[in-house]
């Protein structure tokens, strides 16, 4: 079992939708959990951080914590052509880890 | 705030080579993380310093070393290149590396082995 996984997609969503994005991890002793954007060519900027059960919003993003299912997701209100790209689910196990990503999930947000 | 620098932005090199990839963390920030990125495997973590000391290390050979300077800039060597060595060299800052920190990605370095 991967460490991180996601549907690597597409994922598909018609300008305006809520696009949702998930994501399971394997290790229950992780703490801390980030979602990441990257498009074509350049390098993952950062756009949700989330260390407790339930939800944190930040504008059109909401990301959602439930470590008894070992799940995270994100959720993006009003999706824009401009949210076209990869996001990138990362991990942190432990007080003082590394990053562990999956494999991201590509968003394709149609006019 | 500037963000985190990465020098160069590409290179090209041939097998048997070495490299040497630099990095500048966002000022303040001690902690410094290295990544290497494939289309294969994603996005895999080298290696982390902290106040010139390597503290976590990942999964991968020897060739691939690091160090930080004082003013914890950072860089990264790989020796005897190899055609898998091909990839985007990603490093990171964060302000102390703890896991409730958030890391903050310079724009990488495109390392083409031929």
């Not at chain 1, 939800?55 to 909401?62: S, V, W």
């Not at chain 2, 000391?53 to 691939?64: A, E, H, I, M, V």
């Not at chain 2, 990264?76 to 060299?89: I, K, P, Q, R």
Request: some cysteine; hydrophobic content about 30%; glycine content about 10%.
């Amino acid at each position: 079992q991967k460490e991180v996984e996601q549907n690597s997609g597409p994922l598909s969503v018609p300008e305006g939708a809520i696009a949702s994005l998930n994501c399971t991890y394997s290790d229950r002793v992780s703490q801390s959990f980030f979602w990441y954007r990257q498009y074509s060519g350049k390098s993952p900027e950062l756009i949700m951080s989330i260390y407790s059960n339930g939800d944190k919003e930040d504008g059109r993003f909401t990301a959602q914590l439930n470590k008894a299912s070992q799940y995270v997701s994100l959720l993006i209100r009003d999706s824009q052509p401009s949210d076209s790209a990869t996001y990138l689910c990362a991990v942190i196990r432990g007080s003082q880890g590394n990053l562990i990503f999956g494999k991201g999930t590509k968003l394709s947000v149609k006019p | 705030k500037a963000g985190v620098t990465q020098t160069p932005r590409y290179l090209i090199k041939t097998r048997g080579q070495q490299v040497t990839l630099s990095c500048s963390p966002i000022s303040g920030h001690r902690s410094v993380s290295w990544y290497q990125q494939t289309p294969g495997q994603g996005l895999q973590f080298l290696f982390e310093y902290f106040s010139e000391t390597q503290r976590n290390k990942g999964n991968f050979p020897g060739r691939f070393s690091g160090r930080q300077f004082s003013n914890s800039r950072s860089e990264m060597n790989v020796s005897t290149l190899e055609l898998g060595d091909s990839a985007l060299y990603l490093c990171a800052s964060s302000w102390i590396g703890l896991a409730y920190n958030e890391q903050f990605f310079g724009p990488g370095t495109r390392l083409t082995v031929l």
